[in-house]
Nanobody, 115 residues
Framework: QVQLVESGGGLVQAGGSLRLSCTAS????????MSWHRQAPGKRREFVAI???????DYANSVKGRFTISRDNAKNTLYLQMNSLKPEDTAVYYC?????????WGQGTQVTVSS
C-alpha cells in the first residue's frame, strides 16, 4: 500500500477557502487514480472528487463549481482547492489512491465550516 498523509484542514467561516494536500510515499503516485472523500459525523463516507492518472476529473454534484482537484506528480502530491465553503462541507476529508486494484487511504484531515 501507498502511505498517504493529508494536511491543510482547519476551521473556516462560511464562504471561505481552504486547500487540502495529500502527499504519497511512493513514486507510483503518477500511475494512481487519486480521489478525495469525506465523512461527516453520523454519516457514511462519500465521494468528493477524483483525478485519474491520465488527468481526467470528476466531482460530486454537491461540490461542482466550488472545489477543484489537482495533482503534482513531481511532488507526489494531490490537492483539493475548496472555495465558497458551506457548513455542510464540515467533515473529515480523506485522500485515496487506487493503483493496480490496491486501495490506500490517508488518516484524514478535519474541515470545519462555521456559519
Amino acid at each position: 500500500q501507498v502511505q498517504l498523509v493529508e494536511s491543510g484542514g482547519g476551521l473556516v467561516q462560511a464562504g471561505g477557502s481552504l486547500r487540502l494536500s495529500c502527499t504519497a510515499s511512493e513514486s507510483i503516485f503518477s500511475r494512481s487514480d487519486m480521489s478525495w472523500h469525506r465523512q461527516a459525523p453520523g454519516k457514511r463516507r462519500e465521494f468528493v472528487a477524483i483525478i485519474l492518472s491520465a488527468g481526467g476529473t470528476d466531482y460530486a454534484n454537491s461540490v461542482k463549481g466550488r472545489f477543484t482537484i489537482s495533482r503534482d506528480n513531481a511532488k507526489n502530491t494531490l490537492y483539493l482547492q475548496m472555495n465558497s465553503l458551506k457548513p455542510e462541507d464540515t467533515a473529515v476529508y480523506y485522500c485515496n489512491a487506487l493503483s493496480r486494484g490496491i486501495n490506500s487511504w490517508g488518516q484524514g484531515t478535519q474541515v470545519t465550516v462555521s456559519s
